[in-house]
């Protein structure tokens, strides 16, 4: 066992942590060569386990020299996230804050709304209720919803809440038929919207609670659900601060544990998610988007081609993601033992206010894999 006054060494708090503006020029654009594998930690930190913060609490930290990581390379992934309009960027390993910036005056409780990033929170939640047999992912959504909740009468009642979770319930914006259900990848937030319903029906609860007393208050999140008006697509939608958001990224990557404590009753469940959906975007799971895959397609119109290769092709190939609109961003990677965390506006990298994916994606994990070497 190592010495005690060699673990405080390691775990003294040598991360990345800058709070103010963001530095006054860009850093240079990244190598695209490929960086040398990064020697192994040390094995007195491979042997550190994993940690999940208690409500309140501080967070341990470990450095980026002690993980064998390029510290100048991951300052300047740092301070480029700084020139996209970042508010924050918070990196942890396994539960550790290894890096955490912020600018234009955040803290790590700032909150704002993440958009789509919330999605992937909603079909933790809804996994939750599966173990608890109030819902099923294969019944009608209509069993929660009642009829008419659509404009598809003849096809109603055979889109399933796992249809709705997938992205394959096979309607338009307008929630009127184009494709069978279950064929047809189309990122619609109209449809998506009704698993509001379906949550609140078979929790007998509204969302905020069924939220805190499932999630949220058991693991620190101070998340809350906003009804959201202002886009033509009224629904709630989710505000939090960017740490929050790494804590729900530990909860994923520790599937479904915190501690001794079982968050998510069923062990399987973010693998579940974390599936490719059998429609025509295998970089889709339920309500989580999927690197490494050979193809892909994007948010946007039904008819936009399907693209080859993975999303970021310089992230790990395990990435896994909740993105949302003006690059909220959850990156997680089980291999790498990660959570990365960006919070802020629409990056300038991202060109035309995507819903979920931008070429802020790929230019940040360029960057990111100097530092990281993985």
């Not at 294969?138 to 009829?147: N, R, T, V």
């Amino acid at each position: 066992m190592p010495s005690i006054s060699r673990l405080l060494r390691l775990l003294v708090p040598g991360m990345l942590m800058a709070c103010g503006g963001a530095p006054t020029a860009p850093a240079p654009a990244p190598t695209t060569s490929s960086p040398a594998p990064v020697p192994a930690p040390p094995a007195d930190v491979r042997a550190l386990p994993f940690v999940h913060p208690a409500p309140g609490a501080e967070w341990p930290t470990v450095s980026a020299g002690a993980l064998g990581w390029d510290t100048t390379a991951l300052r300047a992934a740092l301070d480029w996230a700084g020139t996209q309009r970042s508010t924050a960027v918070v990196i942890t390993w396994r539960g550790r804050l290894v890096a955490e910036r912020y600018w234009r005056g955040w803290t790590g409780e700032t909150d704002s709304i993440i958009a789509s990033a919330g999605k992937s929170v909603l079909a933790t939640l809804i996994g939750q209720l599966q173990v608890e047999g109030r819902l099923s992912l294969d019944a009608p959504a209509s069993q929660y919803l009642g009829a008419g909740w659509s404009r598809s009468p003849s096809t109603e009642g055979r889109i399933t809440v796992r249809h709705l979770l997938q992205m394959s319930s096979g309607l338009d914006d307008s929630l009127r038929t184009v494709a069978a259900p279950g064929t047809r990848f189309y990122y619609n937030n109209p449809a998506y919207y009704q698993l509001f319903g379906v949550v609140t029906r078979a929790a007998g609860q509204d969302i905020t609670t069924a939220s805190r007393t499932r999630l949220f208050d058991r693991i620190g999140m101070t998340c809350s659900w906003r009804f959201n008006v202002d886009t033509g697509e009224p629904g709630f939608i989710l505000s939090c601060g960017a740490r929050d958001m790494a804590r729900f990224g530990l909860l994923t990557l520790s599937r479904g544990a915190w501690g001794p404590t079982r968050i998510v009753a069923d062990t399987s469940w973010v693998t579940q998610m974390w599936r490719p959906a059998p429609h025509d975007n295998p970089a889709y799971g339920m309500l989580w988007w999927l690197n490494g895959t050979e193809r892909h397609r994007i948010p946007g119109p039904s008819l936009l081609p399907t693209l080859t290769g993975p999303l970021m092709p310089s992230a790990p190939r395990d990435l896994v993601a909740a993105l949302g609109k003006g690059d909220k961003k959850i990156y997680v990677i089980p291999s790498l033992d990660l959570v990365v965390v960006r919070h802020g506006d629409e990056a300038d990298v991202s060109g035309g206010n995507p819903l979920a994916m931008s070429t802020f994606d790929e230019q940040f994990w360029q960057r990111l894999r100097l530092a990281i070497r993985y």
